[in-house]
T-cell receptor
């Protein structure tokens, strides 16, 4: 089954701890993205990657870091520098950047107390 | 960045009714998608429609790129259509901008 998986579905952390969210795709897509969604809001772009070993900041990259060592994987680390980390995080991928559809994973709900 | 305005913000329909959702963009986009977010948060692709009209069953969408808006039509609504509908667009190919969504509730 081709698709995008995110784990875990729910994540709870104490304030001050870094946490890494997993995103894996087996669609052979070059581009991958991380978005954040807050209640009642649309999605906002955190980071995106067009190819392996390359990634670019989106509008709200502060307090987050990513890596892209493999085509299939694009993990997101929420660092202790992120002031309001509690949110729903969605990973997406597309064949490439440009005029291509984005496809989304099921998301991870992160709660930091 | 591009501002995306969706209307109406909330919509309650009786099962079987038709509806039109609208998405306005502050700038031209060359890539536009409509999504349905189900109650579990999953975003489901409905249409990739940078211009023109497409239909898929009871749903159809029209984008008028020159006037920077897109419409999503839902006919004969069903309770399973409930959820939040988002449009998103980009003119760079990598930075997508999302609207705040239309929350649809279909009552039996």
């Amino acid at each position: 089954d081709g698709g995008i998986t995110q784990s875990p579905k729910y994540l709870f952390r104490k304030e001050g701890q870094n946490v890494t969210l997993s995103c894996e795709q087996n669609l052979n897509h070059d581009a991958m993205y991380w978005y954040r969604q807050d209640p009642g809001q649309g999605l906002r772009l955190i980071y995106y990657s067009q190819i392996v070993n390359d990634f670019q900041k989106g509008d709200i990259a502060e307090g987050y870091s990513v890596s892209r060592e493999k085509k299939e994987s694009f993990p997101l680390t929420v660092t202790s520098a992120q002031k309001n980390p509690t949110a729903f995080y969605l990973c997406a991928s597309s064949i490439g950047t440009g005029s291509y559809e984005q496809y989304f994973g099921p998301g991870t709900r992160l709660t930091v107390t | 960045g591009i501002q995306v305005e969706q209307s109406p913000p909330d919509l309650i329909l009786q099962e079987g009714a038709n509806s039109t959702l609208r998405c306005n963009f502050s700038d031209s986009v060359n890539n536009l998608q409509w999504f349905h977010q189900n109650p579990w948060g999953q975003l489901i692709n409905l249409f990739y429609i940078p211009s023109g009209t497409k239909q898929n069953g009871r749903l159809s969408a029209t984008t008028v790129a020159t006037e920077r808006y897109s419409l999503l039509y839902i006919s004969s609504s069903q309770t399973t259509d409930s959820g939040v509908y988002f449009c998103a667009g980009t003119n760079t190919g990598n930075q997508f901008y999302f609207g705040t969504g239309t929350s649809l509730t279909v009552i039996p």
